[in-house]
């Protein structure tokens, strides 16, 4: 069965103070690897995609990275408005479900 | 474009009651999908209809919970005789083709509370 775990479930950083959350996985035959971010009362925004260990992607101050076992949402001089929970989801070799890891709860204070 | 729309966005019933949720998915993906998030956690599988057809429900908790998608479109959650435990939010999402891979688009959710 596929498994997602998130770390930290919470993380609080100061404005500015640079830091990465983990997630990491379980899967027969991984196809997807998903990072979103979700705010209070919405549902999940897409972020990044990967598809193979030791690709990257970045957009603004995010940068996520995958090996075979797990992936990491770095965060660089994070901001207020960058306060959400982060979920990361795999899809294996299979079309359509996605598992979902619990998520990481980020508060940057300014 | 328009995304993913869900309604209504939020929905109050009472225990024993029948309950629909539609999902309205992007114009032209082929692909659909059901989770439901419970508070504190991340979503949860339902369902995944390819076309009209449901390509994998085995998500579903049990016989209460149906999920139809007659057109190829817009999609119906239905619940049956709602118990406490069925409160949560219920995700919808879609994606281009369902390819295995294929990034899924969520709505902004349906918040069921049964009382």
């Known amino acids: 069965e596929d498994q997602v775990t998130q770390s930290p479930e919470a993380l609080r950083l100061q404005e500015g103070e640079s830091s990465s959350l983990n997630c990491s996985y379980t899967?027969?035959?991984?196809?997807?690897l998903f990072w979103y971010r979700q705010d209070p009362g919405k549902g999940p925004e897409f972020l990044f995609t990967?598809?193979?260990a030791g690709e990257e992607k970045e957009k603004e101050r995010l940068k996520a990275t995958l090996t075979k076992k797990e992936s990491f949402l770095h965060i660089t001089a994070p901001k207020p408005e960058d306060s959400a929970t982060y979920l990361c989801?795999?899809?294996?070799?299979?079309?359509?479900?996605?598992?979902f890891g619990d998520g990481t709860t980020l508060t940057v204070k300014p | 474009g328009a995304g993913v729309s869900q309604t209504p966005s939020n929905k109050v019933t009472e225990k024993g009651k029948y309950v629909e949720l539609r999902c309205d998915p992007i114009?032209?993906?082929?692909?659909l999908y059901w989770y439901r998030q419970s508070l504190g956690q991340g979503p949860e599988f339902l369902i995944y209809?390819?076309?009209?057809?449901?390509?994998?429900d085995s998500g579903l908790p049990n016989d209460r919970f149906f999920a139809v998608r007659p057109e190829g479109s817009v999609s119906t959650l239905k619940i049956q005789r709602t118990e406490r435990g069925d409160s949560a939010v219920y995700l919808c999402?879609?994606?281009?083709?369902?390819?295995?891979?294929?990034?899924?688009?969520f709505g902004p959710g349906t918040r069921l509370l049964v009382l």
């Open positions: 999402a879609s994606s281009p083709s369902g390819g295995a891979g294929e990034t899924q688009y």
């Open positions: 989801a795999v899809q294996a070799r299979y079309p359509g479900k996605s598992t």
């Open positions: 114009s032209g993906h082929t692909a």
């Open positions: 209809f390819q076309g009209t057809g449901a390509a994998d």
């Open positions: 990967l598809y193979s």
């Open positions: 899967v027969s035959g991984l196809r997807g």
